[in-house]
Structure formats: structure tokens, C-alpha cells
């Protein structure tokens, strides 16, 4: 079953600027990590923040967590056309180690 | 490194009739495999764990006996979904956790495109 839900479902911005992309969870977690997903292609992994981290960077990317709220946001900044694709959350609980994933972003980068 | 192939990249067949696809991991040995559906527009949808020498555990609401696991070697698991119709044309994606890793670490395949005419 899909655990999280993402927001907004859909992004549209120019590029240079920054884009937020939120998602939510259900249960107790192990680990949260963000894929990206170019269309009709397969996913790549982009970044994974522990529970008990509250903050990751990797490039242009910066992920938060907070477990409290059961939430995480995927910061993109000075975005490029080629960032255009769908984003998603995905979970790993504590009692298992399958991936659930969230709904997904689609974003879009104008030139 | 880490690199996950599936075979076919698309498909198109005829209802009712049944269609394999293979998933590979090239460079690294995976007990487990994951395959995943995805609708257009839509999240990946966990169908199956496929588990190198036993049975594959289905999510509910899978048919076990429409979706077909077998998952023979440390770096291959198929998917043959039997009688085809089209509502089963869908977008599949498999993943595979390399043993030498985290088990958090998850590669995943390219994707398959079935079109069920």
C-alpha cells in the first residue's frame, strides 16, 4: 500500500529557481529516500537521511526530516531544465525493508 | 557499478496471451528482487518479493498465479504475466538489493512498457 503523499502533485518553474517538494508518511521509519524519475524511464536514487538525521545536502539537493511530523522536503536549488522529471518519496520502516512510495512530483524547469 | 538490466524495454501483445520479462542485476548478486507496477502519472506500486530460491511474496491484492515469479539465480528474476488482458498494461519496474550492501540500497531496472492490445 502507498504510504506517503506528496505535495504538489505537480510543480511548474523557471529555471534558476528553487523548488520544494514535500512529502508525508504514515508509520515509524528507518530511513526515508528521495528517486528521481525521468518520463518512461526507471528511478534514480538521489539521496537517503537516516531517522535520526534531520538534514542532508548533496549538490543542489537538501533534504530534511522531521519524524515528529512525519514529513521530508526535497529542496532543489538553482534548478535547470534537466531537472525536469517526477519525484518521489519512498520509506523504509522498522519492521521491514521494502521501499514504499509516496505519490510523486511531477516537475517541470522552463528555460 | 550496481547496475540493474530488464529485458524486454517494451512489448506489445495480443489478450490473452502471456508475456515474460527478465530483470538482471549485472554486477552484483541479489537474494531479493522487487517488482513494481506503475500506472501513468501514477507512484510505483509494490506487486512482489521475489526471493532467490523460494516463493515470491505477493502484495495483497496481487494474483499469485497471474503474476508469475521465479527467481532461479542470485542475478536474475522473471515476471511472466499469464493471459494478458489490457488492463494489465502498465509500466513494470524491478529493483534488486545487493547482498554485499546495506540493505537499504536498492538499484533499479530501466523499466518495461507492456500495451496489452
Known amino acids: 500500500s502507498q504510504q506517503g503523499e506528496e505535495d504538489p502533485q505537480a510543480l511548474s518553474i523557471q529555471e534558476g529557481e528553487n523548488a520544494t517538494m514535500n512529502c508525508s508518511y504514515k508509520t515509524s521509519i528507518n530511513n526515508l529516500q528521495w528517486y528521481r524519475q525521468n518520463s518512461g524511464r526507471g528511478l534514480v536514487h538521489l539521496i537517503l537521511?537516516?531517522?535520526?538525521?534531520r538534514e542532508k545536502h548533496s549538490g543542489r539537493l537538501r533534504v530534511t526530516l522531521d519524524t515528529s511530523k512525519k514529513s521530508s522536503s526535497l529542496l532543489i536549488t538553482a534548478s535547470r531544465a534537466a531537472d525536469t522529471a517526477s519525484y518521489f518519496c519512498?520509506?523504509?520502516?522498522?519492521?521491514?525493508?521494502?521501499?514504499?512510495f509516496g505519490g510523486g512530483t511531477r516537475l517541470m524547469v522552463k528555460p | 557499478g550496481a547496475v540493474v538490466s530488464q529485458h524486454p524495454s517494451r512489448v506489445i501483445c495480443k489478450s490473452g496471451t502471456s508475456v515474460k520479462i527478465e530483470c538482471r542485476s549485472l554486477d552484483f548478486q541479489a537474494t531479493t528482487m522487487f517488482w513494481y507496477r506503475q500506472f501513468p502519472k501514477q507512484s510505483l506500486m509494490l506487486m512482489a518479493t521475489s526471493n532467490e530460491g523460494s516463493k515470491a511474496t505477493y502484495e495483497q491484492g496481487v494474483e499469485k498465479d497471474k503474476f508469475l515469479i521465479n527467481h532461479a539465480s542470485l542475478t536474475l528474476s522473471t515476471l511472466t504475466v499469464t493471459s494478458a488482458h489490457p488492463e494489465d498494461s502498465s509500466f513494470y519496474i524491478c529493483?534488486?538489493?545487493?547482498?554485499?550492501?546495506?540493505?537499504?540500497?536498492?538499484?533499479f531496472g530501466p523499466g518495461t512498457r507492456l500495451t496489452v492490445l
Open positions: 529493483s534488486a538489493r545487493d547482498i554485499g550492501r546495506s540493505t537499504d540500497t536498492q538499484y
Open positions: 537521511i537516516r531517522s535520526n538525521e
Open positions: 519512498a520509506t523504509i520502516n522498522n519492521a521491514g525493508n521494502m521501499l514504499t
